[in-house]
């Protein structure tokens, strides 16, 4: 059920014996019929990848509530293509491993499913299940999204190294939320628990910094109480790189960062900020900005009420 990374996180965590017992309920390899309705009214999916240069990237790909369907309890079928310039875009063929992540902001509601991509056409995708499993609804900030426009994706997409430019920077300074996309494996072609995952992060304003002055290369997020499975941590134990989706929920920007992943696990920075367990440390070594890529416009969000517990960086 677990590949070694996690179960070393989990040992180091001390939940290794309940979790073992509770992830053979939780993880399946069939999509329940609520979470097929669910996948059903979505107008955005989360989407992890590994490149050929084994680069962890998250994207984001939106339609019409129904572009993402469950012909049956083993596929999910995706009529949305990723932009030229997303990283996704030439991951796209049979027998490629991907993370999906389903999330409703202002019910708070998520799923996750892993698999492998079966097939590829001009419109689309299917997926074949791996694993399918529920999360719970803590740490999400509740925003309705509203369509306001069809999306026109900038001809110039700004890439860079490891320096985010300014817009960048202001974005990960300000975000409450962002998805991240790790791998246990460090070669693409792998399914299952060796594959690829995307998760949700939340936090309060601020959560994430920079903290490199000079190439502004570093990321740190708190990493609190959840399910204990321990997917995305177990992941970077065991192939430390990831990959980092941020969106503007005001403007329909989205960030994508991919890097060298760490996680801390003890220090000052970890007891400034209340109810943290463990830092994520991700140096960026690539990123991509695409200004009002997405049609979507969000709500202000309604505070995590799990927040309120916790601290702020000082």
Same mark, same amino acid.
């Given at each position: 059920m677990f590949h070694a990374g996690e179960l070393a996180v989990q040992e180091r965590a001390g939940v290794r014996e309940r979790v073992g017992a509770m992830g053979a309920r939780l993880i399946r390899d069939w999509i329940p019929d609520q979470h097929r309705a669910?996948?059903?009214?979505?107008? #955005?999916?989360?989407?992890?990848?590994?490149d050929a240069q084994q680069r962890l990237w998250a994207s984001v790909l939106y339609g019409a509530p129904g572009f993402v369907q469950a012909p049956d309890d083993r596929h999910l079928s995706i009529r949305a293509l990723p932009g030229e310039a997303d990283p996704l875009r030439a991951q796209?063929?049979?027998?490629?491993?991907?993370?999906?992540?389903?999330?409703?902001p202002h019910t708070r509601r998520r799923n996750r499913l892993n698999g492998t991509v079966t097939g590829v056409t001009a419109q689309g995708f299917t997926v074949e299940v791996d694993q399918s499993?529920?999360?719970?609804?803590?740490?999400?900030?509740?925003?309705?999204?509203?369509l306001v426009h069809e999306a026109r994706i900038p001809a110039r997409v700004e890439q860079h190294g490891t320096?985010?430019?300014?817009?960048?920077?202001?974005?990960?300074?300000?975000?409450? #939320?962002?998805?991240i996309a790790t791998a246990a494996a460090h070669a693409a072609g792998h399914a299952g628990a060796q594959g690829v995952d995307?998760?949700?992060?939340?936090?309060?304003?601020?959560?994430?910094?920079?903290?490199?002055?000079?190439?502004?290369?570093?990321?740190l997020a708190p990493?609190?109480?959840g399910n204990s499975l321990f997917n995305t941590l177990g992941n970077i134990a065991a192939n430390p790189r990831a990959g980092l989706l941020f969106i503007d929920y005001d403007r329909g920007d989205v960030l994508q960062i991919t890097g060298?992943?760490?996680?801390?696990?003890?220090?000052?920075?970890?007891?400034?900020f209340v109810g943290a367990q463990r830092l994520l440390r991700v140096a960026v070594t690539s990123s991509r900005w695409r200004a009002a890529a997405l049609p979507l416009r969000w709500s202000a969000p309604q505070q995590a009420p799990q927040l309120a517990a916790t601290g702020a960086w000082r």
């Open positions: 669910f996948f059903a009214h979505l107008p #955005t999916l989360l989407v992890g990848s590994i796209l063929v049979a027998g490629t491993p991907l993370g999906l992540l389903g999330i409703e499993f529920g999360n719970c609804p803590q740490y999400i900030q509740a925003r309705v999204p509203e320096s985010l430019i300014a817009n960048a920077s202001a974005l990960v300074a300000r975000a409450d #939320t962002f998805f995307v998760s949700h992060r939340g936090g309060k304003p601020g959560f994430v910094r920079v903290t490199e002055k000079d190439g502004q290369t570093l990321l990493d609190f109480r060298a992943a760490e996680i801390v696990w003890d220090g000052p920075d970890l007891a400034s």
